[in-house]
């Protein structure tokens, strides 16, 4: 998807592990992160939201959906996934 963006938009994109974030501060007008935090581990999504806020500029927006499920974490074939419940919720 990254290589589609780059190719149509004429706009920089960066692809990064969420996990290893290198972003600038307060950049950003909007994260898009669809279907794809929730490959977060549960102790580290806290740390990762914390980052994609920082690069965000004031009143910059973070688009999150991720699929609901009973709060199961781990690997599900050769994918990992943390599937939320909408009780669970996460703080940071």
């Known amino acids: 998807m990254a290589a589609l963006a780059r190719a149509h938009s004429g706009c920089t994109v960066l692809e990064q ?7 600038p501060n307060g ?3 909007g994260v898009f992160a669809n ?3 929730f490959h977060v581990p549960r102790q580290e999504l ?20 991720n699929p609901r ?12 996934g943390v ?9 940071a």
């Open 27 to 29: 950049h950003f007008d």
């Open 46 to 65: 806290p740390r990762v939201l914390h980052e994609l806020h920082a690069a965000l500029k004031p009143n910059g927006v973070l688009f999150s959906s």
């Open 17 to 23: 592990n969420f996990l290893k974030l290198d972003l």
């Open 83 to 91: 599937f939320y419940d909408w009780t669970l919720g996460v703080t």
């Open 35 to 37: 279907a794809a935090l």
């Open 69 to 80: 499920g009973d709060n199961q974490e781990g690997w599900h074939g050769d994918r990992y």
